[in-house]
């Protein structure tokens, strides 16, 4: 057994504990995949990250736990997210791993066939990107889309107009239930139109995405009081902002696009259409002279 120094030694117990952990995640991944293909590659990626994880033992001479709460999160995160989100994000850690193996290949041999490993599961990872919740993000795009730009207008021009945050929040839930069922509709019409098989599934998505960006910002206006209209707004916009954040890294991760520039455009788009309905409530209820 070779005489490993205590900076090797460290950087070996760091890699076996993440190969060990790796293999429980994807264990758990495939135990719930329902797709074969998938099920399968992700159990092989397990026994792969289990023999990895042998080959360090051997040299650290030591038997290691996973990382309980790194295991946690990202099982948590495939349960929420999808396995594509979490895979990206190991792929992505991969490679920031890289100068380590760069020091191991040095003294280990092992390491350059393993190195190998870890790159065939980045090929296999863009492979496996057949996850349904992917299939339908143009619709999810469009659902979420429309309700931040025609709510977050509707919302704040009302704000104002109305200044009350319950009638703000009754006007608000009344708009977006009947946008939502339009927009699942047309979405479904505009599908079959296309020859779509699958065009109910997308209006579902699209139907879901809408109505979760309904509860989301016309919620301020339910907590707030009645003359805090501009908290709630503040809020709104807040959450506005969140979402746009949220979804466009999401997005960013699974699918490999450009953050910063999607998420500028979105939240311009939003913000801007806010501000434009926002002074023309405060126009109509000067011009109509209507108090409420």
């Known amino acids: 057994m070779m005489e490993l120094s205590q900076e090797l030694r460290t950087l070996l117990l760091k890699r076996q504990r993440d190969e060990v952990t790796g293999a429980l995640l994807y264990q758990k991944m495939a135990k719930r995949e329902k797709h074969e293909e998938n099920r399968r590659l992700l159990e092989q990626m397990s026994r792969d990250e289990n023999d990895h994880a042998a080959v360090w033992k051997h040299y650290t001479n030591t038997e290691v736990k996973p990382d309980s709460f790194k295991l946690f999160r990202l099982n948590l995160l495939s349960i929420l997210l999808g396995f594509t989100f979490v895979l990206k994000i190991i792929q992505k850690d991969e490679q920031l791993a890289q100068q380590e193996y760069d020091v191991m290949i040095k003294q280990f041999p092992e390491a350059i066939a393993m190195e190998k490993d870890e790159r065939g599961h980045e090929q296999a990872i863009i492979h496996m990107l057949d996850e349904e919740r992917l299939q339908y993000v143009g619709s999810m795009v469009l659902g979420l889309n ?13 704000t104002f107009a109305l200044t009350n945050t319950r009638l703000v929040a ?11 069922l339009s927009m699942a509709a047309s979405n479904y019409l505009a599908e079959r139109a296309d020859g779509n098989p699958n ?6 998505y699209t139907g ?9 910002l016309v919620t301020p206006y339910l907590i707030f009081g009645n003359e805090m209209y501009l908290y709630a707004l503040l809020t709104m916009l807040a959450i506005v902002l969140l979402i746009i954040f949220f979804f466009n890294y999401y997005i960013s991760v699974a699918k490999d696009y450009k953050f910063s520039s999607r998420f500028l455009e979105m939240a311009c788009i939003s913000l801007g259409v806010a501000v434009i309905s926002f002074v023309i409530g405060l126009l109509v209820k000067q011009f109509l002279g209507i108090d409420i």
């Open 170 to 180: 009754m006007s608000g839930i009344i708009t977006g239930i009947s946008a939502t």
């Open 199 to 204: 065009a109910l599934k997308s209006c579902i």
């Open 146 to 158: 429309d309700a931040l730009v025609e709510l977050t207008g509707t919302i704040a021009g009302m």
């Open 208 to 216: 879901i995405a809408y109505l979760i960006t309904v509860v989301l």
